[in-house]
């Protein structure tokens, strides 16, 4: 069936450096995008967003990119900080749907 | 912005006995949803409303019922509790292309 899925499930750096988190999709009909981050006991946290008719997007820290040819997603996180450490996941909408699908998640664990 | 406020936050059930879990959203949202968060196994979605007076079955709805009793509230409610109903519950409202909007989470455990 369509899935959401990540590639790494664990991933630490150093504090400073730049983080880069990967998502693959594999639903085709899917236009619409959204990265969260979950604390430690606490609920996921929108972060970002992009529509299929974009390649990037950026907000403060954070770009998303998106390459429908590969069906691929990306957060990437500057200058890390501890404060970053959490749970991020992706998540896909297809058009039309009400129903977002989650990918399982990725541990960012910054290290100072 | 009080954004989705859920309640209770903790709550400790005995087999058999039952509750309501209950969700408000005030950003005049459409749509609705009721996930369950279990280690290793992500978001699952039990109910959704994609609009007020309409609910639907998520992926995992056996024991739960749901009531969208107007625009801003959403309940779920499990009529006899098991303990494969403990997890964390969360809540979430959203809109086409907005992103959805996560409560603080319920942590139910079922003894």
């Known amino acids: 069936g369509e899935s959401v899925g990540l590639h790494l499930p664990t991933l630490s750096v150093q504090e400073g450096d730049n983080s880069i988190i990967n998502c693959a999709y594999s639903n085709s009909a899917s236009d619409y995008f959204i990265w969260y981050k979950q604390e430690s006991g606490k609920g996921p946290q929108f972060i970002i967003d992009i529509r299929s008719n974009m390649d990037k997007r950026q907000g403060q820290r954070v770009t998303v990119l998106l390459n429908k040819t590969v069906k691929h997603l990306s957060l990437q996180i500057a200058a890390t900080q501890p404060g970053d450490s959490a749970v991020y996941f992706c998540a896909e909408n297809a058009r039309g749907s009400y129903i977002p699908t989650f990918g399982r998640g990725t541990s960012l664990i910054v290290h100072p | 912005n009080a954004g989705v406020t859920q309640t209770p936050k903790f709550q400790v059930l005995k087999t058999g006995q039952s509750m309501t879990l209950q969700c408000a959203q005030d950003?005049?949202?459409?749509?609705m949803y009721w996930y369950r968060q279990d280690p290793g196994m992500g978001l699952r979605l039990i109910y959704y409303?994609?609009?007020?007076?309409?609910?639907d079955k998520g992926e995992v709805p056996n024991g739960y019922n749901v009531s969208r009793l107007n625009k801003r509230e959403f309940s779920l409610r499990l009529e006899s509790a098991a303990p494969s109903q403990t997890s964390v519950y969360f809540c979430a409202s959203g809109q086409a292309l907005m992103g959805y909007t996560f409560g603080s989470g319920t942590r139910l455990t079922v003894v």
């Open positions: 950003m005049n949202h459409n749509s």
């Open positions: 409303s994609a609009s007020e007076g309409t609910t």
